[in-house]
């Protein structure tokens, strides 16, 4: 394939397109009053109330989805429970064999309510509370994945060997865009991606989110240009996917993962100066690795324990809530036919 | 611009210098056998791989509380309810989202999900057909300007070809964003030298043969078509709208089928049932008194029980 053009390809240049964009044809929202054109969700008509409605309805669902996406898994997760679980089980128990006790069943509701609410939003404040930790107490790097982790040290160990400590962060990103795009882009398209990569490692605090959206449409423009490489993992089907020695990722995970690397163990070897050596290289990636290992077995061992926990919690009375009512005896039917036998 | 090197930057706050207990317990993690590890491994979001949750949803939500259920009427909801969310949170939502992707591909001509089709590669909820972010849907469907089409490869051919490999039918893509679109298709093709009716099937030819086509006409054409797939202000076209709304209508519905499904139904279910054999339970116990009395022998007696409850007693 050609080779690109570094022109072609910063994000910038193409969100600056944007300022002298032509405004798309309008006729394509004005109804003529033809039939709808597919099922359902029909949008962009100008005409009828009750389309109006639709309309309004679909871009207020269209909204909430998409927050509950930017959200991640977490928040569907919480969302879905809160709303699917949560609120209509606490109030079936609520009103449970009402018309046998006489009032609602407040200690159904109560356990119910309990179980619900401790059980969902578990098992990711659990994990996700341990991730912070492990980020005060481990660094950053403790969030890499450690498949990724170990890619990270190869190329750290050969982008040192290289150039010993000079320019490593520098050495490193490039050896890493050229693991992603070989031979498809101009040396100097990579040396536009590590600048991009390089101002992320740079970053301040403030600036990180800004600028890790930069690599990312950075890497997904390339991608685009490059269009389907089966070799280099990259397809226009899913140009959000980039490929590091086999191993496929979206690509703003990679950022992420990246910044997390670099801002940690790239800046530990370097702050060593003179003094770094493979050893030390060794020693760092050992203790990132030991500690990845042990935050995500913790976390989920923990949660774990925890869930396995949770009827202690909510197995606060001694009959099952759910009975109540239903029999004069508080005690099971169980117990009750122990009863009838015995006699 | 001129690119810095790291080594000079930040450097005197980063060097490694590990505390006395964090350097332990990064030896006891790597201790943990890697099998293990990978197991329990999270994404950056904190979430676990949809394996792991299932095997921990069985085994520390369902199996512990079946375990520590105080009678066998909590015990048979707790498989009911629990099982049941299980299959529905882990198996059900994703097996929903690819019918229903495939559903309103084969309707409305969008693609909306990408991934392999057929029934083995699909059971694993995490591989197969999966359905687009809404980030993929704005790169499948609209482009920010007509300039943007030279940022792909093979440029509007290349973007048409990706929508129609994604399972999209052109011809209603172009519908939705104009209703004139035909027409111009038809201009395209006369102009280009294809006579017959433009299908779905050779619209790419069109496209190919007005892209390389000299003829301003053409390209006058072309661009119309082009401009038809830009965003508006809102980062929109109709397409692009249409494909997210339909999305967001299947999310929506997921949410809603799994809040009637568990939290509903199963509930509903659960206190009914239990309800109704207690009920029948009573009714047989008011029974019992009227038939004990009539057969004065212990041995009929026994024998009564015995048919009811299948034990000697």
């Known amino acids: ?343 | 611009m001129t690119i810095q090197s790291a080594s000079s930057i930040n450097n005197a706050i980063h060097s490694f210098k590990p505390g006395k207990i964090c350097r332990t317990l990064s030896g006891i993690g790597r201790m943990i056998p890697d099998k293990v590890s990978d197991f329990c491994d999270l994404t950056t979001n904190a979430s676990m791989k949809r394996t792991t949750q299932f095997a921990i949803l069985a085994a520390c939500v369902v199996l512990s509380r079946y375990i520590q259920a105080r009678n066998d009427d909590e015990k048979r909801e707790i498989l009911t309810r629990d099982t049941g969310m299980l299959f529905t949170a882990v198996y059900g939502v994703p097996l929903f989202k690819k019918v229903a992707s495939i559903f309103i591909n084969k309707r409305t001509g969008i693609p909306i999900a990408h991934g392999e089709k057929g029934i083995l590669k699909n059971i694993n909820p995490e591989k197969g057909i999966q359905m687009a972010s809404y980030e993929q849907l704005s790169e499948w469907l609209s482009v920010n300007s007509t300039k943007s089409f030279d940022g792909i490869k093979n440029g509007f051919t290349g973007f048409c070809v990706n929508i129609k490999k994604l399972g999209g039918n052109l011809i209603k893509c172009l519908n939705i964003l104009d209703k004139n679109s035909k027409e111009t298709i038809k201009n395209i093709a006369k102009s280009v030298g294809i006579n017959e009716e433009v299908t779905n099937k050779n619209i790419l030819k069109v496209i190919y043969k007005a892209e390389k086509s000299t003829d301003k006409g053409v390209q006058d054409n072309l661009n119309k078509l082009k401009e038809l797939f830009v965003q508006d202000k809102n980062g929109m076209n109709p397409l692009l709208q249409k494909a997210s709304n339909l999305k967001s209508a299947t999310g929506f519905t997921c949410i809603a089928a799994t809040a009637f499904v568990l939290g509903g139904l199963l509930p509903w279910f659960n206190i009914h049932h239990t309800k109704k054999l207690y009920e029948q339970n009573k009714a047989k116990n008011n029974e019992q008194p009227k038939i004990l009395p009539a057969n004065n022998s212990n041995i009929i007696n026994k024998f009564e029980l015995f048919k009811k409850t299948g034990q000697l007693v």
Do not use: W
């Open chain 1, 1 to 343: 394939m050609e080779a690109l053009k570094a022109d072609n390809l910063p994000y910038s240049s193409i969100k600056n397109a944007n300022s002298n964009k032509q405004k798309p044809i309008r006729t394509a929202y004005v109804k003529t009053g033809s039939k709808n054109p597919a099922f359902g969700a029909s949008v962009h008509v100008n005409e009828g109330l009750g389309k109006k409605a639709l309309n309004l309805g679909l871009n207020a669902v269209d909204k909430i989805q998409k927050h509950i996406e930017t959200g991640g898994f977490i928040v569907e997760f919480l969302v879905v429970d809160f709303i699917g679980m949560v609120i209509p089980r606490t109030y079936q128990a609520y009103h449970r064999n009402e018309k046998e006790l006489g009032h609602p069943n407040y200690a159904a509701a109560k356990e119910e309510f309990t179980r619900e609410i401790l059980s969902g939003p578990s098992m990711f404040l659990i994990p996700f509370a341990f991730l912070c930790a492990s980020k005060k107490m481990f660094g950053s790097a403790s969030h890499v994945k450690r498949d990724t982790l170990k890619k990270f040290r190869n190329i750290t160990e050969t982008a040192f060997k290289t150039d010993k400590n000079e320019n490593l962060a520098h050495n490193f990103y490039k050896k890493i865009v050229d693991k992603l795009y070989d031979s498809k882009i101009t040396d100097k398209a990579k040396e536009v991606i590590v600048d991009d990569f390089l101002n992320l490692h740079n970053a301040k605090p403030n600036e990180v989110k800004n600028l890790s959206k930069k690599v990312t449409g950075t890497l997904i423009s390339t991608n685009k240009i490059i269009g389907n490489d089966k070799k280099l993992g990259i397809s226009l089907e899913d140009s959000s996917i980039i490929n590091l020695d086999g191993k496929a990722k979206n690509v703003g995970d990679f950022v992420e993962e990246c910044r997390n690397y670099s801002s940690d163990v790239i800046n530990s070897i370097s702050a060593a100066g003179k003094n770094a050596n493979e050893q030390l290289i060794n020693q760092i990636h050992n203790f990132k690795e030991g500690a990845r290992k042990l935050i995500t077995t913790t976390a989920v061992g923990t949660m774990s324990a925890f869930l396995m926990y949770i009827p202690k919690l909510y197995n606060q009375n001694k009959q099952y809530p759910g009975l109540a009512g239903l029999t004069t005896n508080p005690s099971s039917k169980d117990q009750n036919e122990k009863k009838e036998l015995k006699k």
